[in-house]
Structures are given as structure tokens and as C-alpha cells.
T-cell receptor
Framework: AQSVSQHNHHVILSEAASLELGCNYSYGGTVNLFWYVQYPGQHLQLLLK??????LVKGIKGFEAEFIKSKFSFNLRKPSVQWSDTAEYFC??????????FGRGTSLIVHP | DTGVSQNPRHKITKRGQNVTFRCDPISEHNRLYWYRQTLGQGPEFLTYFQNEAQLEKSRLLSDRFSAERPKGSFSTLEIQRTEQGDSAMYLC?????????????FGPGTRLTVL
């Protein structure tokens, strides 16, 4: 069975600070990894995904994530956050099936 | 707007009543998913369809829950004899193609409150 753990449930930053959100997964085989974002009042939408190749994945709005297989991790990063990055962030893993498992999410608040 | 749509957006019902939600996926997306999300949690998988075939159901989907996707287009999720524990946001998502890594496109959700 696959599972996802997001370490930080609530993160508060000031604008221009750097961001790193942790995500660890549990699955023994090949994985597909996703970060989704939900801005206030909006739908969940894809931020970035990894399925093969370069373990450093770049997504929308300056976000990136690095897949480290030995650590079963897929941490999300952004060098300088903006107030508009305030949102809920969800890590998800799909271990070879069509059914992703989502983490419980991290609420990010960015103060202007 | 050609995204995933869900109706109604909000539903308040009394315990014991039946409710039905509808999801219209993005046109030509052959996979459709239902999730449940409660406060402070990520989406939890309920069931998914490949075209009109319901291929998998979660153990969360008790016998009071039923989902259909006639003709492989829109889908409905029905909850019979609702309980207060059914109060949650019910999300629908669709996905194109057959690749495992295809992203899911989510709808706005239906918020169910059972009194």
C-alpha cells in the first residue's frame, strides 16, 4: 500500500522568504509524484509532477521539487515566496496505479 | 468554462435523507474519480471510472454509497440514509488518456452538511 506524509501542517512566512515543504512517501516500486495547490476559493490544481527522468522538476509559478529516491522524498521548494502563494499544498503519490494517495496538506500563509 | 463542474455546490440535508451529486468531467476525459475531503485532510479516494466502467471502490464507500457513470460522460454519486459522519466536501476529478502519470483536473466540490 502507498502512503504519503507531509511534515508541516501549517507554515507562516514573510514575503521573499524561501520555502521548503516536506513530503515523504511509502511505496516499494516505481512511483509517480505530484504536488497540487488549492488557492483560497479555488479548485485543486496541479503544481508539478514527476514520473521519470530528471529528479528536479520545475512547475508553475517558480516552484520546483526534487525526487530523492533513497530518502523516499519529494520536497517542494520556492526560493522567494509571494503573498499570492498563500494556499493549501498537497503532495500525492501514485504507485503504478491510477489512484493517487494524497497527504493531509500544508497550509501556507505568506505575510506581505 | 470547460473545466470539471459539480452540482450542487452546497447541500444541507437531514440525517436519514438521500442525496445525489452530479459531476460533469472535461469532455473526452475517460477517467473520472470521486474523493471525499474533510477539514484538515487531503482528498480520500472513493471510486473511479474508466469510461462507464467502475473499476475500483474504496473501503470508505459503504453500501449506502453508489456511483454511476452512464455512457461514460457525467457521473452521479448517491448517498442513501445520510449520517452526520457523511458531512464533508465531495470532490470529482477527471483525467485524460491511459498513462498513470496524467494529472487530474478537479472540480469545485460539493459541500455536504448532514444535520
Amino acid at each position: 500500500a502507498q502512503s504519503v506524509s507531509q511534515h508541516n501542517h501549517h507554515v507562516i512566512l514573510s514575503e521573499a522568504a524561501s520555502l521548503e515543504l516536506g513530503c515523504n512517501y511509502s511505496y516499494g516500486g516505481t512511483v509517480n509524484l505530484f504536488w497540487y495547490v488549492q488557492y483560497p476559493g479555488q479548485h485543486l490544481q496541479l503544481l508539478l509532477k514527476y514520473f521519470s527522468g530528471d529528479p528536479l522538476v520545475k512547475g508553475i509559478k517558480g516552484f520546483e521539487a526534487e525526487f530523492i529516491k533513497s530518502k523516499f522524498s519529494f520536497n517542494l521548494r520556492k526560493p522567494s515566496v509571494q503573498w499570492s502563494d498563500t494556499a493549501e499544498y498537497f503532495c500525492a503519490v501514485s504507485g503504478g496505479s491510477y489512484i493517487p494517495t494524497f497527504g493531509r496538506g500544508t497550509s501556507l500563509i505568506v505575510h506581505p | 468554462d470547460t473545466g470539471v463542474s459539480q452540482n450542487p455546490r452546497h447541500k444541507i440535508t437531514k440525517r436519514g435523507q438521500n442525496v445525489t451529486f452530479r459531476c460533469d468531467p472535461i469532455s473526452e476525459h475517460n477517467r473520472l474519480y470521486w474523493y471525499r475531503q474533510t477539514l484538515g485532510q487531503g482528498p480520500e479516494f472513493l471510486t473511479y471510472f474508466q469510461n462507464e466502467a467502475q473499476l475500483e471502490k474504496s473501503r470508505l464507500l459503504s453500501d449506502r454509497f453508489s456511483a454511476e457513470r452512464p455512457k461514460g460522460s457525467f457521473s452521479t454519486l448517491e448517498i442513501q440514509r445520510t449520517e452526520q459522519g457523511d458531512s464533508a466536501m465531495y470532490l470529482c476529478a477527471s483525467s485524460p488518456g491511459v498513462a498513470v502519470f496524467n494529472e487530474q483536473f478537479f472540480g469545485p466540490g460539493t459541500r455536504l452538511t448532514v444535520l
